[in-house]
């Protein structure tokens, strides 16, 4: 059955960057036929789309983001990472990884979410 | 990106059906038919319900339905239950090959 994990610091300091890893288990982060993508939800509030990759390469961000947003992947370790630059308090959120079909819009694994405080 | 409108919140008793809507426009559904549900409980992740307009996931009830007419998509639950409480986001793929969530809305059941 196919895990994600999101790990990594629960505070991060305001002009800093976030960091965050989501470790893939069960599947292949390699498979051609999957996204991997981070969304999140600042507290009481909905889910905002930040960006996705193909292990491929391919990345697409938020255009709100998209000069501070970083996603890469490392296919030796299974994972992919988001890096999130000059935080502010307005960045406080529970981050999500999750994986979405190609040619679809199911995001059908989630990871159970970790809250970042900046 | 503005998010996809949703109703703050809907209501309905056991057994009834209620819909919810997602708005957006033309550039906000892309040409595409990349519209799923989800649903989420406090504290919980995100569980997909319905994808590409009306497929519904693996294991999901057939009390839950999708639709989509021009720039609006719709997910209808009949036969409300009481588990069925909790919060609805839509998401849709745009034209700039980006992902936009719907505001979402909160489901309380009577």
């Known amino acids: 059955q196919l895990q994600l994990q999101e790990s990594g610091p629960g505070l991060v300091k305001p002009s800093e960057t976030l960091s965050l890893t989501c470790t893939v288990s069960g599947g292949s982060i390699s498979s051609s036929g999957y996204f991997w993508g981070w969304i999140r939800q600042p507290p009481g509030r909905g889910l905002e789309w930040l960006g996705n990759m193909h292990y491929s390469g391919s990345t697409y961000y938020n255009p709100s983001l998209k000069s501070r947003i970083t996603i890469s992947v490392d296919t030796s370790k299974n994972q992919f990472s988001l890096k999130l630059s000059s935080v502010t308090a307005a960045d406080t959120a529970v981050y999500f990884c999750?994986?979405?079909?190609?040619?679809?819009?199911?995001?059908?694994?989630w990871g159970q979410g970790i809250l970042v405080t900046v | 990106q503005s998010a996809l409108t949703q109703p703050a919140s809907v209501s309905g008793s056991p057994g009834q059906s209620i819909t919810i809507s997602c708005t957006g426009t033309s550039s906000d559904f892309g040409g595409y038919n990349y519209v799923s549900w989800y649903q989420q409980h406090p504290g919980k992740a995100p569980k997909v319900l319905i994808y590409?307009?009306?497929n519904r996931s693996s294991g999901v009830s057939n009390r839950f339905s999708g639709s989509k007419s021009g720039n609006t998509a719709s997910l209808t639950i009949s036969g409300l239950q009481a588990e069925d409480e909790a919060d609805y986001y839509c998401n849709s793929y745009t034209s700039s090959n980006t992902w936009v969530f719907g505001g979402g809305t909160k489901l309380t059941v009577l």
């Open positions: 590409d307009v009306n």
């Open positions: 999750a994986r979405r079909n190609y040619a679809s819009g199911n995001w059908g694994f």
